[in-house]
């Protein structure tokens, strides 16, 4: 059974993702994230062959890179991430970029 990576309670957003050892986390208020974006991108599928695909970025400003939350490893709960970030970034005043 999948978990959600995601949570997002009023000013503050908790995160996990997998890191190079081991399972990161990290709570982050609406004035550490720097932006949050929805863009369209290509996954490989199998060997030789990609598809069209979606993914979630978001930029905490104490990083120096973006987390990243891919479509095909997010399915279940992909489309309500989607939603409950959509309404942080409105609610917080985060920069926000939906180019789907």
């Not at 990576?5 to 000013?11: K, T």
């Not at 069209?52 to 709960?77: D, N, R, V």
């Amino acid at each position: 059974m999948a978990k959600r990576r995601i949570y997002c309670d009023g000013a503050e957003m908790i995160l996990f993702w997998d890191g190079r050892q081991h399972e990161e986390t990290m709570s982050l208020k609406s004035n550490e994230i720097a932006s949050i974006k929805f863009l369209k991108t290509t996954e490989k599928k199998f060997l030789f062959f990609s598809a069209e695909s979606e993914k979630i970025e978001i930029k905490p400003s104490k990083l120096a890179y973006s987390i990243t939350y891919s479509k095909s490893k997010a399915k279940e709960f992909f489309e309500q991430y989607k939603e409950e970030l959509a309404k942080f970034a409105k609610d917080n005043n985060v920069t926000f970029h939906n180019t789907l």
